[in-house]
């Protein structure tokens, strides 16, 4: 639901707006550019920005920009072999937008990617970067504007600000190392969910201290 209240739902065959009078689906489709491979209505993921404008993540042809207002697709952000400033993988499993306004997106192999408002440039962070693992399944930003990544090697706080990283796993009593794409949810009241393969992991961000012990 966007902040206009309108529903906005991702299939595998486009976008689609529900129109609640009429009891029936508006359907947008982004017809790729001559020569481009992959699904781009294949949709995973569905994020609307401080702006109004809807990020879609897709299975397989990278991240797309929509124009609610005008009905219109206004961007498309694909990886391109060579140039580190694209994207890092064409599959989307989720989307996050911060409290500084800038777009995180989590990809299968690519790892965490950062899209800074109107720059068009990604910055990505791998596990060379200190992640899990570069299967980002789940994003969530805590009190503090440190982000919680779910992965398919545990979970992880992400530090933007300092790029610092902690890695958990099931000795830390996740309900396992793996998790499912886009199986994330933040309460009222800060307390963050992860679903996974073996259930579900819930916690409070602010009572996950370091250990004395190491």
Known sequence: EDR?????????????????????????????????????????AIRQDRRGLLWIGTVASGLRCFDP?????????????????????????????????????????????????????????????????????GLLEDGQGRLWLSTNRGLCQFDPRRGGTRNFTTRDGLQGDEFNPGACFKSESGVMFFGGINGLTWFSPENIKDSPYG
């Open 4 to 44: 206009s209240g309108r529903l906005w739902v991702g299939t595998e065959n486009g976008l689609e707006l529900f129109q609640s009078g009429r009891g029936t689906f508006a359907a947008f489709r982004d017809e790729a550019p001559a020569g481009e491979s992959g699904n781009g209505n294949f949709v995973t």
């Open 69 to 137: 207002e005008r009905g219109v697709f206004v961007g498309r952000y694909r990886r391109r072999p060579g140039d580190p400033a694209s994207l890092r993988s064409d599959q989307v499993n989720c989307l996050l937008e911060d409290h500084l306004g800038r777009l995180w997106i989590g990809t299968n192999g690519g790892g965490l990617n950062c899209l800074a408002s109107g720059s068009g440039r990604f910055t990505a962070f791998t596990r060379e970067s200190g992640l899990a693992n570069n299967d980002i399944q």
